[in-house]
Every structure is written in C-alpha cells, then in structure tokens.
C-alpha cells in the first residue's frame, strides 16, 4: 500500500493525478451547490405559495370536518386551525348586504398573514392575529355599503359583533378566488351563535395543516382514501392553477439547470480520465516488465482512485456548499423572502454524481490500462487500442441514469440525451467534411492559416472528439439562455403589466353605462362586457353525460358543472379562431376543452339552460389566453340562443393603488354589484416570478463557469500534441507570431464549427423542451445563429491559446526535452 501512495504522491507533483482531482472537486461542487440551492429555492417557493394558501395543506368540503381528522392532526403532531365560509346577509342599522363571512379557529393563518387597516381603503399591515370573540373584521367596501366604521355594531343572524379593524386581505382568500361578495371575517366561537347555518345552506368547509412534509405526506396517505366527491386535498404548488404552473414551470428550468450541471461534470471527468490513462502508458508498461500482474495493478489503481474519490468529495462537497451559501447571499438583498436553511440530505447528489462519473468513465479506462501488452507501449509506432467507443457508450448510460433519478423522471434526460446523440452525428459529418476541405484548400502550407487548418484534418479524431466538447458545451450555454429567456418572457406575457386586477359581476344591462360613466371619471379602462347564462352540457352526440361517465371519474372539467355561457358576435381579446365559422349559428368551444373532452367540429352538445333543452352543434374551434386576466369562457353560444334567457353581465378591469379608493367608493352607489379584486395574488405572483429572474440568472451563471472549466479540460487533453507541433516548427525556424496565428485559426475553426452545430442542436432541444417539458408555444430563436458561432470564435480561441502559451514563452529545445 505504501509502494501505492507514493505513486500517486508522485503523480500529483507531476499533475496527472492533480488533473483528475480537479475536474473530480469540479464535479461534485458544481452539483452540489446547484442541488442545494434549487433546494432552497423551491423550499422558498412553497412557503411563499403557502402564505396564499394561509397553510402547508388544506382540505376543502362541502360537509363540515370530521373531528378525526383533526384528531389525526394532533396525534401527528401538525398545526391545525378551521376556516368556514359561506355568503350570508349583514344587517347594520337600515343598511343590508349579502356577504362572504369566513369564520375562522384559534391559530388562523397558520401560513401568511392578515394586512388589516384602522383607515377605510388603506394599504394595511401585516398581522398574524384574528378577531377575538365579538369582533368582526371587515373589508372596506363592504364597510361602505352598511356605512360603518370602526367601533360600529354589525347584525349576523342573531349574534351582534363590533367592526374593530378593515380587512384589506386575507391570506386564504386565493384558494376561494370567486367568493366575488365583499368579505369579512370572524372568530368561529361566534359562528354557532348566529345560526345562519341550517339544513341545505351552501358551505365551505376547510381543514387547515401545517408541519414537516414528512408527516405532512403521512397525514396525506391516510386521509386521501376517506374523501369522497365533495373533498378535496389542497397543496400549494397544485397544478391548475395560475401560481401552482408557474412553480412547476420554475421547477422544471432547475431541474433542467442541475441536469446539464450533471452532464457537463460527466464530460469533464470523461477528459481527465482520459488524459490519465495515456499519461499512464509508459507507467504500466514499466511495472509489468518488472513483473507487477495485472491483478496488482488493479488493485493498486482502485486504491488510488478510492483515495482521490474521498479526497475530492469531501473537496467538492465542501465548496459546493460554501458556494451556494455565497450565492444565497448575493440573492437575499433581491429577494423579499428568505431563504430556508440547505438540506444536508441533498448532498448524497453531489457525492453520487462524483463516484458514477469516476465509476463509468475511470474504471472501465484504468481496467483497460491494466491488461496493455508491455510491448505494444514501449514499442515507438505501437498502437494504443482502446475501445473508447464501449467505455464512453458505459458512461453515458451510467450518466443517463444519474440524470433520471436527479430529475425523478425520463423526459428531460432523454431530451437532453436525444439531442446529445443528434448533434454527435452531426458534428462527426460536418467535422468530417470541413476538415477535409481545409486539408485541400492548405497544399504546401506556409502562411499560418494554413497550418492551422492544415491541423484539423492532421489530428482528425482528437479534433473531432474536442469538436464534440466543444458544441456539446456551447449547445447547453445555448439551450440555458434560450430557455431562459423564453420562459421568463412567458410568463411576462402571462402577467402582462396593467393585467386586469379586478372583476365585475352581477352586473345588470341597465347599470353598465352608469358603471362605465364612473371608470371614465377615475381614467379606469374596462373590458368588453360580456353577458353571462348558467347551464350545464347533459349530453354529448346524443350520449348523456351520466353514460359517458357512469362513475363520475374522468369525467372532463366540460362535463363536470355548471358553466359559465355567453354570447357575442366577435372573437373576444385573447380569443383566436383555429378551425370553422365563429358567425355559424352554434356553439364555439375552447380548443383544450374540446380536446380534454374529445370533441370535434360537427360533434351535437345538449344544454340544460334554466330547466330548458337546448342541442347545438360545434361550429367553430378557438384558443383563449387566460392569461390575459380578460373575461373568456369555455363556450360561446349564438345570440339568438341566449337572449330569451335572463343574463347579468361581467368585465374585468385594471385599478392602480392610486385610484383603489375613489374606485370602491363610486362603487359604493352599486350595492347588487360583487367585485373580486384579484390584485393581491397577482402581486404575490408577480413577486415570486421576479425572485424566479434573479434566481436563474444565479444558476446560468453556475452553469457557464463549470462549462468554462470543461471547455479547459478539454484543450488540456490534446495539449501535448499542439506543443510538440508548435516546438518543431519554432525549432524549424517559425516565429512566434506564426504559431500564435496557426493556433488561432485552428481553435478559431473549432469554435466556429462548434457554434454553428450547437446552434442546430439547441434550436431542436428548445422545440422538445417548450413543447414537451413547459407546455409552451414553440418559437424560433434567431439569436442563437449569432451568438452560437461567435461565442465559439471568441471563448473556445481564447481558452485555447491560454493553454497553449507555453509554447510561445519557452525555448524550443527545451520544451522538447518535456515532451
């Protein structure tokens, strides 16, 4: 074991060792510190998320909870509290109004906070108590409507309760998002007091938890099996709704970002081991004359290698985590939340990733090594033969499974993987060709530029497996920009600035042009407004619902309940036709309903409408941009369908902070009207998709220094070729400059050919991840043919010339002597 290690102390004076530790430390940090930071960002996400679901997980019911489950709760040791919600009328003095009452437990939020104000419309501060017994919050528009303020007596039912502070939000109001009543809140050890609950009134009832996701996941698995249809089980990330995708979007883009930190720390432990073994050659070649057997080699490789894996984890594990702490850091002044402490169970990854790329890319080299003939090596023209096709094609997959238990999952890695494999074919035909033609075009060369391309075609399979590197490297720089542009740009498009932040309802035909003379007043813009009939689709071609879905599961979300109609004679903004004749008498359909219910142009729908009949066909197909916060429906009828039916109508507007006030006020003078202001969720929103910016320029930039150092890497593995050739041409009389141009040309050649490829590959990766992985629109990338080639020009040129300017410096004779 000693004649081992000091081998490999030897090794690591000369550097061959050193190489390999380094792009091992490079490994392991890299992953490490992007795992534990996308760790902490998504722990921050869900607590922001939390704060708009005023908890860690809620169930919703239209019956009231059984005490068991919240039995459940304490035996786990989770945080529970109740919300009931239900619309009743308030009485105050001769003043009535229909509300939305919340009557809320002991320890309501658990997540979040109440902003609440002692001025009516004010801006509120934040507050994680709740009204105490006899109190009641309210909102200030609901305030103005009974004309109370604070100290004043409000009716509910038979229980009598003092106005003590405006409600300006409540932190649980996203997840009932048209409660469209002006809202108060109140302690539930009023509620039963007031008796306003009987037999058949509309309820929700909630069940708010918090704890350790653990137990979380515990209380999860044993409650899920006990709801029935009226139940529902709320996180909240939970897809369908606008803040839930755009953490899954965000979780997605990380994940992508920690899967090519895997690829690229595979790719740089593939070079340096790489480079060990040739360095090595001599080495075995030496010890088996002097009678060491194979199986001695072996073990006296796997020791080291053991060793350098220690070392360089715990390296690597070390400054991944102070680098994610320094990152942290950076962020934290540009983020209105903090971040959660790391988890130190997240470091199993980086230490992973560092003993897979060692075990498929080193052990199948070092194996190899051990069985070369001595006299192969130490014969000058001998050849070397590794099969280096079947060791990478090992790595790879070892690779490829390390990306599918890192994403949870086989889309991204075969993604990524796909495209890896295209552009090798690619850069193996294009390489090819080019460096032929360089090759004929440099006959006799003697200028620079010749010698340079005169060396691609010279060192064909180097050059092409550096060309591989190469576009591989700038491909997933390319790919990172591109995704992230476009998704940040997506979700923009999806919270245009001045989005509508406010809806109208119940608003009567004869009460839109007063409405609209008061929005022109305070310079507010409306939307179009729409009329709105509640009916049900019973039929599909005939087929009632009941005997599409005789179990009620699957059943489409067309099908499921009663929806929203209107009417009109133009597409709507956000609306676009797809298929058909919008102006034909019958029914227009949203293109993913139509699709999620299997219905097409000609299919017959059946409508229950007030009692009455009606069957319509599909006459025309269309898409909606719901995230243009406009007014859009499932189907749109014709109006001579519709008109006969009484309607109330509906529109969407944008109030600023400025004009909230004057805006609730002219208001006022509409007590049948409901508003729902969904501007607070829509700033929470907003906020997490800045933090989501800041957070991705921080991990872009992680990405592209380990992509730097790979790029390193890699011109370091054919170092000693490029010197060797520039020593003989200086010692035959070339000057400095001439080889400084000859190694310009060629690493500029590379680098260009490299750009071009990956700008290929990248274009075709971005159309499979924003179609498959995002759910997005596909879009073409024109900068990308830019950047690609002259990113490659310039980085690929520098780094190279960085490397290979020892060749420049010392004395030729000298430098052959190190060879």
């Not at 879009?779 to 060749?807: D, E, K, N, Q």
């Amino acid at each position: 074991m000693s004649f081992t290690y000091r081998l490999m102390l030897r090794d690591l004076r000369s550097g061959d060792l050193l190489t390999l530790l380094l792009a091992l430390i490079i490994s392991v940090s890299t992953v490490t510190s992007i795992g534990l930071f996308i760790d902490r960002l998504q722990l921050s996400f869900e607590q922001e998320s939390a704060n708009l679901l005023a908890a860690d997980r809620l169930i919703r019911s239209d019956d009231a909870i059984p005490n068991i489950w919240q039995t459940k709760a304490d035996d786990l040791g989770l945080k529970h509290a109740q919300r009931t919600s239900f619309t009743t009328m308030m009485f105050a003095g001769d003043s009535l109004q229909l509300s939305q009452l919340s009557a809320v437990s002991e320890g309501y939020p658990l997540k979040g906070a109440y902003l609440i104000d002692d001025t009516l419309f004010g801006t509120g501060s934040a507050s994680t108590g709740m009204p105490v017994q006899g109190e009641i919050w309210v909102s200030s528009r609901l305030a103005s409507l009974l004309n109370v303020t604070i100290g004043d007596q409000i009716e509910v039912g038979d229980v009598t309760l003092t106005v003590m502070k405006y409600l300006v939000r409540d932190p649980g109001s996203s997840t009932s998002a048209f409660a469209i009543s002006p809202r108060a809140v109140m302690n539930m050890v009023d509620l039963a007091a007031t008796n306003v609950i009987i037999p058949g009134s509309r309820v929700r009832y909630s069940l708010l938890l918090a704890g350790e996701k653990s137990i979380l996941d515990q209380y999860e698995a044993w409650v899920m099996p006990q709801l029935n249809e009226g139940q529902r089980w709320q996180t909240p990330t939970q897809r369908g709704e606008r803040i839930g995708d755009t953490i899954g979007r965000a979780e997605s883009f990380l994940l992508l970002a920690g899967t090519l930190a895997v690829v690229m720390s595979g790719v740089a432990m593939a070079l340096a081991s790489a480079r060990f073994v040739k360095r090595h050659l001599m080495q075995v070649a030496i010890l088996k004359t002097l009678g060491a057997t194979p199986q001695l080699l072996g073990k006296m490789f796997l020791q080291q290698l053991l060793t350098l894996f220690v070392a360089g984890a715990v390296i690597g594990l070390v400054i991944g985590w102070g680098i994610q702490e320094i990152i942290a850091s950076l962020l934290s002044g540009l983020m209105s939340t903090t971040l959660p402490e790391p988890s130190v169970s997240r470091l199993w990854l980086g230490a992973t990733t560092g003993l897979i790329s060692m075990l498929v890319f080193c052990l199948p080299l070092i194996s190899h090594l051990t069985k070369i003939s001595p006299l192969s090596v130490l014969q000058p023209n001998a050849k070397v033969e590794l099969n280096t096709f079947v060791i990478y094609l090992i790595g790879f997959i070892g690779l490829y499974g390390l990306m599918c238990v890192y994403t949870n999952g086989f889309l991204l890695p075969s993604i990524m993987t796909a495209a890896i494999f295209g552009i090798a074919l690619l850069v193996a035909g294009m390489g090819w060709l080019a460096f032929k033609l360089g090759r004929s075009l440099t006959s006799g060369a003697t200028s620079g530029w010749q010698i340079g391309l005169a060396s691609l075609y010279r060192r064909l399979v180097p050059n092409l497996f550096q060309l591989l590197v190469f576009t591989l490297i700038i491909m997933l720089t390319l790919i990172l920009i591109g995704v992230k542009s476009s998704l940040i740009a997506d979700w923009q498009q999806q919270l245009p600035e001045n989005a509508p932040n406010h809806y109208l309802f119940n608003v009567q035909a004869n009460q839109i042009e007063q409405i609209n003379n008061e929005t022109h007043k305070l310079n507010v813009q409306t939307s179009d407004w729409f009329p709105m009939v509640r009916g049900r689709v019973t039929a599909a071609n005939g087929v009632t619902v009941q005997s599409l879905y005789p179990d009620d599961k699957g059943e489409p979300e067309l099908y499921e309940r009663e929806l929203n109609l209107t009417w009109s004679d133009t597409l709507g903004k956000g609306n676009e036709l797809v298929s058909g004749d919008f102006s034909a008498q019958g029914l227009s359909i949203e293109q993913r309903v139509a699709k999620e219910a299997k219905l097409t142009l000609g299919d017959q729908l059946t409508l229950n409408i007030g009692g009455n009949i009606m069957t319509l066909p599909i006459t025309s197909v269309r898409t909606v941009d719901w995230g243009s916060m406009q007014p859009n429906f499932y189907l749109i009828l014709p109006k001579s369908a519709l008109e006969n039916y009484p309607a109330n109508f509906v529109s969407s507007l944008f109030i600023d902070d400025a004009s909230a006030q004057p805006f609730y006020k002219a208001m006022s003078q509409f007590p049948t009207v409901s508003i729902l202001n969904v501007g607070d969720i829509l700033k929470q929103i907003q906020s997490i998709i800045g933090q989501l910016s800041q957070a991705i320029q921080l991990v872009l930039f992680c990405i592209l220094s380990a992509g730097a150092l790979v790029l390193l890497a890699s011109v370091r593995s054919t170092l000693e070729e490029r010197l060797e050739e520039g020593a003989l041409l200086r010692v035959l009389g070339a000057k400095s400059s001439l080889v400084r141009q000859a190694l310009f040309v060629e690493f500029g050649a590379l680098g260009f050919f490299s750009g071009l490829i990956a700008a290929i590959g990248a274009e075709m990766c971005l159309y499979g991840l924003q179609v498959f992985v995002f759910n997005a629109d596909a879009s073409f990338h024109p900068l990308l043919w830019l950047f690609g080639p002259l990113i490659g020009v310039c980085v690929i040129s520098t780094i190279g010339i960085f490397a290979s300017r020892t060749v420049l410096k010392v004395p030729p004779m000298l430098l052959l002597r190190g060879l």
